[in-house]
């Protein structure tokens, strides 16, 4: 017969919240998730594994988002096979001790970088909800008649989530006040540097908008 001390946990995931994350150095999301374990027993630690991955096809889009959107999946009657869950990060979190439940944060830095595909398709959502899942793994410690025993958490441990993206804006709003970022190849870089020197231009604000207004017109 089994003790409370040796009963493998069986554990369950359920993410309650996703918040910005205060006073942080850089845009970073953290995801409040409850880990609750069915067994009577304690858990000594956790070594967990979360991947979070956006899943496209749980939401509606708009003419507008889908326009936006045709880089990243293609004409919208491509959807129906293009409409692919897209990987967003890998975290590894250690989780302290606990009997019955736990909650924990696990902390997301976010990009607005425009070569992202994930930074791609938020900024191409007008408002609604991104719908997300998080898919488990990692290893379970707890105690049992011999000291200190070790299991894995199955694979088909996940759980699904939306994030509002009003979240995502007013973080990306309070770290970036009104700008966004791009990345260019360093020769394109230097021509456009060369380019605001050459004629005087202060900013790369009006470079760009100068070149903007002689390219006019041009298809």
Request: net charge negative; hydrophobic share 40%; with cysteine.
């Amino acid at each position: 017969m089994s003790s409370h001390g040796d009963s493998v946990p069986e554990l369950r995931f359920q993410v309650e919240d996703i918040v910005a994350t205060p006073n942080s150095a850089v845009p970073q999301l953290s995801f409040k998730v409850r880990i609750a374990n069915s067994e009577p027993g304690a858990v000594h630690s956790i070594a967990l594994r979360a991947q979070i991955q956006i899943e496209p096809v749980r939401r509606r889009y708009t003419p507008a988002e889908q326009e936006r959107l045709n880089e990243l999946f293609g004409e919208p009657e491509r959807w129906s096979k293009s409409l692919h869950p897209l990987l967003w990060t890998n975290e590894n979190v250690n989780i302290p001790g606990f009997t019955g439940t736990t909650v924990i944060d696990i902390q997301v830095q976010c990009t607005f970088d425009f070569n992202v595909a994930i930074t791609k398709y938020i900024y191409g959502l007008e408002d609604g909800e991104i719908p997300m899942t998080l898919l488990f793994s990692g290893t379970v410690f707890y105690p049992g008649p011999m000291g200190l025993q070790i299991a894995q958490i199955p694979w088909d441990r996940d759980a699904t989530c939306r994030l509002p993206i009003r979240v995502w804006k007013e973080m990306m709003d309070l770290h970036y006040p009104g700008t966004a970022w791009i990345c260019v190849r360093r020769e394109v870089f230097e021509r456009i540097n060369e380019y605001r020197a050459r004629h005087g231009i202060s900013n790369w604000d009006q470079a760009f908008e100068r070149m903007l207004s002689l390219t006019a017109g041009v298809r």
